[in-house]
């Protein structure tokens, strides 16, 4: 059989970055850290993700229409400190809303090569874009 070089491995390369860097879930060892780099076209997205034998259902609400910045993040109705989802039980279904905000007031902004705020033209989510219908339905 021969194999495509360039075609190896891209399918499961593209799913991490856009569930790790667009839409910002990744895994660390204190819990799931939830810092999307959305378009500032997206009003939001919902994400289930398991993690460590728990089910977290997380909802990014973007009615500020910015790439980065997190204002808000409750965990089952509860505010929490941060953007770093405290561990679950295994078996457990959590509930987690995230609010967006400008970076400007957020304490979770950072500057990001993947996430210009200077640029309104969404050079980080090129590839979301095209899919966008995929990811709001």
């Known amino acids: 059989r021969q194999m495509c ?3 190896a491995g891209t399918a499961a390369w593209t799913f991490f ?6 839409l910002g879930i990744q895994p660390t060892l204190d819990g ?5 780099c959305i378009p500032h076209t997206l ?3 919902t994400v289930t993700r398991r993690f460590r034998g728990a ?20 965990v089952d109705g509860k505010a929490i400190s941060g953007n770093v ?3 679950a039980a295994a ?3 959590v509930t987690v809303q995230v609010t967006r905000v400008n970076p400007t007031f957020s304490a979770f902004s950072y500057y990001s090569p993947f996430c210009d705020q200077s640029r309104r033209a969404d050079p980080c ?3 979301l874009v095209y899919n966008e219908n995929i990811l709001t339905a």
């Open 55 to 74: 089910v977290y259902h997380i909802t990014v609400d973007n009615a500020a229409g910015v790439q980065h910045g997190i204002k808000a993040v409750t």
């Open 43 to 45: 009003s939001g997205f």
């Open 17 to 22: 970055n856009i569930s790790q860097y667009i």
């Open 5 to 7: 070089i360039e075609t």
């Open 32 to 36: 799931l850290k939830v810092d999307p």
């Open 85 to 87: 989802l405290p561990l």
């Open 91 to 93: 078996g457990a279904e």
């Open 125 to 127: 989510t090129a590839a």
